[in-house]
């Protein structure tokens, strides 16, 4: 038996419900082993699912697994392990302040003392590190070490426990651009060692930079298998995003006016250092849509959060309805409301309401001291009431049931209550996050239908959305996000699929923000010479 | 009757109901072991909670420390917080309430001492509580490991202020001179018998009132006002309260000086109702019952008063069990509360699953959709 006619991983017609949602779909996929193997996906489009399945946290429901030529059940992971399997998360599961080698032997300690184990280990660890070129100091607690070489260790630790498999779930997501060169560096000693990878990643560019196939993901389903040579970015972003019907949305020629929202050079950095967004600068006219697109995860959230006063900028300065923010100087989001923006989280379930409360509480969140309500002391549930009955009837928000607990209405009605609560109180900017997401076809038009009219209103709206169609049907103008950065700016008459595809992969030719920044000032207003300095 | 309303049922009825009963059961087998009738043993117990006036009084008196630290638990636990410090800010509660009436005029007409002597227990107890609750938004010290340490911290600042500050000239004893008549809590025997009627005398003060009028308060507060809507929301969903525009470490503070002054009334029923003096120790194992008797009493005033009565039986028909019996002594009463506590509290959901499926059958869709939901979430 040659090496390279034995499959590493052969997965043959797996099939994962949870509940309405078909996660995988008779998935099949072949992994040549001591390949590099990319499967790339939107967020939520199963690939999570499938390698928990072939890590054995969840079992499928149908379907066969195959590791180097051996079917196999895995009901947990230590049996995955032991078929030399091993996992890199995305978020490392590290004991922060244990050494490196009492991270690697944890699990597998060898004995009730540790003396043996350990010093066994360190010989092993010792001759992986030679061998992979895997360089870190055994000593060392987690907690020292930065991202790349924690990393590192993980990788350590599943080599350590005999893995001949590989499989890494974004891990280029924390890294900064030398690790992940680094980490390239290391998959090639990998491979030449005989041991297979699977990376698993939304990022095209590494997948065409590193890997030897590629397979792509779409809505559960393995939608197509490529060999890296024979693709391109561009076809892999059409394939990933796949072509659905595109939905018609009624709508007259925007009527743009003025400016309500000034975005200059807006930075946000998370917990971690890492630059969520970089250097995003752009205008929001009343009377229009904007939309934001972008594959899930480059910057989409932070924007929205920043923009709508959640969390703190970085750097840079928003100026909206005549308030100006700045690091120094935020708006709260309570703030933000009263003076006309509101907000449409992209998560209904973390944000958007309280699955505890009833709906007509829910219906209350963010206007709970609002005056029309409150009367004295006293928050007047009458009133709560009829608020959320009325939002309830404009919104056609099914059952009209106020005392009905959040959770229980579906995720089409739970996102037509929070559409209600943040449109119905007439704000001038909306801002509006993955609005049709989880909801049936019906619910999408006409909420497509209500932005549409909000925007013929005057008011200004931003829409963030990963469904391309979405973006393309209900915007004016489209600015596409890319690790954070703004890589495209388009008419939304002038944008296809294809166009928007490579932009949001950033294969065009990046745009300089700060200059495009200039020209939409000097050409929709006179701006101040200060402005133009900034 | 539709699945979610059997299951409301069997949350909020059944379970509690049901944890009792086993922690009742296994009080026999411990009765039974110790060669003692548990059947003899509860008809003491009863008679002594029950069987006379002056028994009830006492039970309703414990009940009520068991009403105001059981509230005091709750409304921390509605923004999500553990407050196990209720036997520190009792204790101080203690000290406000004692300062308020020893350092006014004696002569004073009750209508001033008492109000006083409430706002100082209120005050102490909330400022008590702002310490931990301060150091929990602004420099993320969790409040559970903070307000048990501040319980160590009052018990000995209490002791030297008792020993070196407070103590009546010429005891030995460290406790404060009596307080002065017109400030005492009324005795609710002695308001009976100013409208005509006889009971038999019994610590339950007016006092008792103000735990209800507390229970009032506190659900009126929390479902019925915006604070308390920020609160709840704060307590269920941390990240939807800060999208809203609630400031979460404001909620922290607020919710714990409430809580704080809530447990601190203790004092206003054991000292300014019973004891007339400032004494040592008065608060003990009010504060932690208090945590008991929230999560029995689902965090819900009414819940918190049923449980709190519960409560109340306990202390005072032990008290009578060890009375009576010669082979049982009064620390029969914390093995039945630990027991009560460890099934409410510990063990709370032990009969859940069990009761879900047995009572509250899952359609197969309905199932999948709560899967679904929870991989959603």
């Given at each position: 038996?040659?090496?390279?006619?034995?499959?590493?991983?052969?997965?043959?017609?797996?099939?994962?419900?949870?509940?309405?949602?078909?996660?995988?779909?008779?998935?099949?996929?072949?992994?040549?082993?001591?390949?590099?193997?990319?499967?790339?996906?939107?967020?939520?489009?199963?690939?999570?699912?499938?390698?928990?399945?072939?890590?054995?946290?969840?079992?499928?429901?149908?379907?066969?697994?195959?590791?180097?030529?051996?079917?196999?059940?895995?009901?947990?992971?230590?049996?995955?392990?032991?078929?030399?399997?091993?996992?890199?998360?995305?978020?490392?599961?590290?004991?922060?302040?244990?050494?490196?080698?009492?991270?690697?032997?944890?699990?597998?300690?060898?004995?009730?003392?540790?003396?043996?184990?350990?010093?066994?280990?360190?010989?092993?660890?010792?001759?992986?590190?030679?061998?992979?070129?895997?360089?870190?100091?055994?000593?060392?607690?987690?907690?020292?070490?930065?991202?790349?070489?924690?990393?590192?260790?993980?990788?350590?630790?599943?080599?350590?426990?005999?893995?001949?498999?590989?499989?890494?779930?974004?891990?280029?997501?924390?890294?900064?651009?030398?690790?992940?060169?680094?980490?390239?560096?290391?998959?090639?000693?990998?491979?030449?060692?005989?041991?297979?990878?699977?990376?698993?990643?939304?990022?095209?560019?590494?997948?065409?930079?590193?890997?030897?196939?590629?397979?792509?993901?779409?809505?559960?389903?393995?939608?197509?298998?490529?060999?890296?040579?024979?693709?391109?970015?561009?076809?892999?972003?059409?394939?990933?995003?796949?072509?659905?019907?595109?939905?018609?949305?009624?709508?007259?020629?925007?009527?743009?006016?003025?400016?309500?929202?000034?975005?200059?050079?807006?930075?946000?950095?998370?917990?971690?250092?890492?630059?969520?967004?970089?250097?995003?600068?752009?205008?929001?006219?009343?009377?229009?849509?904007?939309?934001?697109?972008?594959?899930?995860?480059?910057?989409?959230?932070?924007?929205?959060?920043?923009?709508?006063?959640?969390?703190?900028?970085?750097?840079?300065?928003?100026?909206?309805?005549?308030?100006?923010?700045?690091?120094?100087?935020?708006?709260?989001?309570?703030?933000?409301?009263?003076?006309?923006?509101?907000?449409?989280?992209?998560?209904?379930?973390?944000?958007?309401?309280?699955?505890?409360?009833?709906?007509?509480?829910?219906?209350?969140?963010?206007?709970?001291?609002?005056?029309?309500?409150?009367?004295?002391?006293?928050?007047?549930?009458?009133?709560?009431?009829?608020?959320?009955?009325?939002?309830?009837?404009?919104?056609?928000?099914?059952?009209?049931?106020?005392?009905?607990?959040?959770?229980?209405?579906?995720?089409?009605?739970?996102?037509?209550?929070?559409?209600?609560?943040?449109?119905?109180?007439?704000?001038?900017?909306?801002?509006?996050?993955?609005?049709?997401?989880?909801?049936?076809?019906?619910?999408?038009?006409?909420?497509?239908?209500?932005?549409?009219?909000?925007?013929?209103?005057?008011?200004?709206?931003?829409?963030?959305?990963?469904?391309?169609?979405?973006?393309?049907?209900?915007?004016?103008?489209?600015?596409?996000?890319?690790?954070?950065?703004?890589?495209?700016?388009?008419?939304?008459?002038?944008?296809?699929?294809?166009?928007?595809?490579?932009?949001?992969?950033?294969?065009?030719?990046?745009?300089?923000?700060?200059?495009?920044?200039?020209?939409?000032?000097?050409?929709?207003?006179?701006?101040?010479?200060?402005?133009?300095?900034? | 009757?539709?699945?979610?309303?059997?299951?409301?049922?069997?949350?909020?009825?059944?379970?509690?109901?049901?944890?009792?009963?086993?922690?009742?059961?296994?009080?026999?087998?411990?009765?039974?072991?110790?060669?003692?009738?548990?059947?003899?043993?509860?008809?003491?117990?009863?008679?002594?909670?029950?069987?006379?006036?002056?028994?009830?009084?006492?039970?309703?008196?414990?009940?009520?420390?068991?009403?105001?630290?059981?509230?005091?638990?709750?409304?921390?636990?509605?923004?999500?917080?553990?407050?196990?410090?209720?036997?520190?800010?009792?204790?101080?509660?203690?000290?406000?309430?004692?300062?308020?009436?020893?350092?006014?005029?004696?002569?004073?007409?009750?209508?001033?001492?008492?109000?006083?002597?409430?706002?100082?227990?209120?005050?102490?107890?909330?400022?008590?509580?702002?310490?931990?609750?301060?150091?929990?938004?602004?420099?993320?010290?969790?409040?559970?490991?903070?307000?048990?340490m501040f319980n160590f911290l009052a018990a000995s600042l209490m002791v030297y202020i008792m020993v070196h500050v407070l103590r009546e000239t010429g005891q030995m004893t460290p406790q404060s001179e009596l307080f002065p008549t017109n400030a005492w809590m009324p005795f609710v025997h002695d308001v009976a018998a100013g409208f005509g009627y006889s009971i038999e005398a019994s610590p339950l003060n007016m006092s008792v009132l103000l735990a209800l009028v507390c229970a009032v308060l506190v659900w009126f507060f929390l479902w019925h006002t915006r604070w308390g809507y920020a609160i709840r929301a704060t307590g269920k969903n941390g990240s939807a309260a800060v999208y809203s525009g609630i400031k979460p470490k404001r909620i922290i503070i607020v919710a714990m000086c409430i809580s704080g002054a809530l447990a601190g009334l203790v004092s206003v029923n054991e000292l300014v109702g019973y004891q007339h003096r400032l004494i040592m120790d008065f608060h003990l194992g009010y504060g932690f019952g208090g945590i008991a008797v929230a999560l029995m009493g689902r965090k819900h005033p009414i819940g918190i008063i049923m449980a709190a009565v519960l409560f109340g039986i306990l202390y005072q028909g032990g008290a009578e069990?060890?009375?009576?019996?010669?082979?049982?002594?009064?620390?029969?009463?914390?093995?039945?509360?630990?027991?009560?506590?460890?099934?409410?509290?510990?063990?709370?959901?032990?009969?859940?699953?069990?009761?879900?499926?047995?009572?509250?059958?899952?359609?197969?869709?309905?199932?999948?959709?709560?899967?679904?939901?929870?991989?959603?979430?």
């Open positions: 038996m040659t090496m390279t006619d034995t499959f590493a991983i052969e997965l043959i017609d797996i099939d994962k419900r949870f509940g309405a949602v078909h996660a995988n779909n008779k998935v099949c996929l072949q992994v040549k082993q001591g390949n590099i193997h990319g499967i790339v996906g939107e967020n939520g489009a199963g690939k999570s699912t499938l390698m928990s399945i072939l890590y054995g946290f969840y079992q499928a429901d149908a379907g066969q697994i195959k590791v180097l030529g051996q079917s196999h059940t895995f009901t947990d992971s230590h049996q995955a392990i032991a078929a030399g399997i091993g996992m890199v998360h995305q978020h490392f599961m590290l004991v922060e302040n244990f050494t490196v080698l009492e991270n690697v032997i944890l699990g597998s300690e060898g004995g009730a003392l540790l003396a043996n184990g350990m010093a066994a280990a360190r010989k092993e660890l010792t001759r992986l590190a030679d061998v992979y070129g895997l360089k870190v100091d055994l000593d060392a607690t987690i907690d020292s070490l930065p991202v790349g070489l924690q990393q590192r260790v993980e990788i350590l630790k599943a080599l350590y426990k005999g893995a001949k498999i590989l499989i890494l779930d974004e891990p280029t997501g924390v890294l900064t651009p030398q690790e992940t060169e680094e980490l390239f560096r290391i998959f090639d000693a990998l491979k030449q060692q005989g041991v297979t990878i699977m990376l698993i990643t939304h990022k095209l560019r590494e997948i065409i930079s590193v890997t030897d196939q590629v397979s792509v993901m779409r809505a559960g389903q393995m939608v197509a298998h490529r060999d890296t040579c024979d693709t391109s970015r561009e076809e892999l972003a059409k394939l990933m995003v796949g072509r659905k019907v595109l939905l018609q949305v009624n709508k007259k020629a925007a009527n743009v006016r003025a400016p309500l929202m000034k975005v200059k050079r807006l930075c946000v950095a998370d917990d971690q250092g890492v630059m969520r967004l970089n250097d995003v600068s752009f205008e929001l006219r009343a009377g229009e849509v904007l939309g934001v697109a972008g594959v899930s995860g480059n910057g989409q959230t932070q924007l929205l959060e920043a923009l709508s006063g959640i969390i703190n900028m970085t750097s840079g300065s928003v100026e909206v309805l005549g308030f100006t923010m700045d690091a120094k100087n935020p708006i709260t989001p309570d703030k933000m409301r009263q003076i006309g923006l509101a907000h449409v989280p992209e998560d209904r379930h973390r944000m958007g309401l309280i699955t505890h409360f009833s709906a007509s509480e829910s219906a209350l969140l963010g206007y709970h001291t609002d005056p029309k309500i409150n009367s004295g002391i006293w928050l007047n549930k009458n009133r709560v009431e009829d608020n959320c009955k009325a939002l309830m009837s404009a919104f056609d928000v099914r059952p009209a049931d106020p005392h009905l607990k959040s959770a229980n209405f579906s995720g089409g009605n739970q996102q037509k209550l929070i559409l209600a609560r943040e449109m119905e109180r007439n704000p001038d900017v909306l801002l509006i996050g993955q609005p049709t997401r989880g909801v049936d076809i019906g619910a999408i038009e006409f909420i497509h239908q209500r932005i549409i009219d909000m925007r013929d209103a005057g008011k200004a709206v931003l829409l963030v959305s990963v469904e391309l169609d979405e973006i393309m049907s209900v915007s004016d103008r489209i600015i596409v996000l890319c690790d954070g950065q703004i890589t495209g700016r388009i008419d939304a008459s002038d944008a296809d699929e294809k166009t928007l595809g490579m932009m949001m992969a950033n294969a065009l030719d990046p745009i300089d923000p700060l200059k495009t920044m200039d020209d939409q000032l000097a050409s929709t207003q006179q701006a101040s010479a200060q402005e133009n300095q900034v | 009757m539709n699945r979610d309303t059997r299951i409301a049922w069997i949350n909020r009825l059944l379970l509690p109901l049901l944890n009792i009963i086993t922690a009742f059961a296994v009080t026999a087998v411990v009765f039974w072991l110790i060669d003692v009738n548990p059947i003899e043993a509860a008809q003491v117990l009863l008679y002594g909670a029950f069987g006379y006036e002056e028994g009830i009084g006492y039970t309703i008196y414990y009940a009520t420390n068991f009403i105001f630290t059981g509230l005091a638990v709750a409304v921390a636990f509605h923004a999500g917080l553990f407050n196990i410090g209720g036997e520190g800010q009792a204790y101080l509660g203690g000290l406000g309430a004692g300062l308020a009436i020893l350092l006014l005029d004696p002569s004073l007409s009750a209508w001033v001492f008492i109000p006083a002597s409430i706002i100082g227990a209120l005050f102490f107890g909330g400022l008590w509580a702002l310490i931990p609750a301060y150091l929990q938004a602004y420099r993320g010290s969790h409040i559970v490991i903070t307000t048990i069990l060890a009375f009576e019996m010669s082979n049982i002594s009064r620390d029969i009463v914390v093995v039945m509360q630990g027991l009560v506590i460890l099934f409410c509290g510990a063990l709370e959901y032990m009969y859940r699953p069990w009761l879900i499926r047995t009572l509250a059958p899952v359609k197969q869709a309905a199932a999948s959709q709560e899967v679904a939901t929870e991989v959603g979430a």
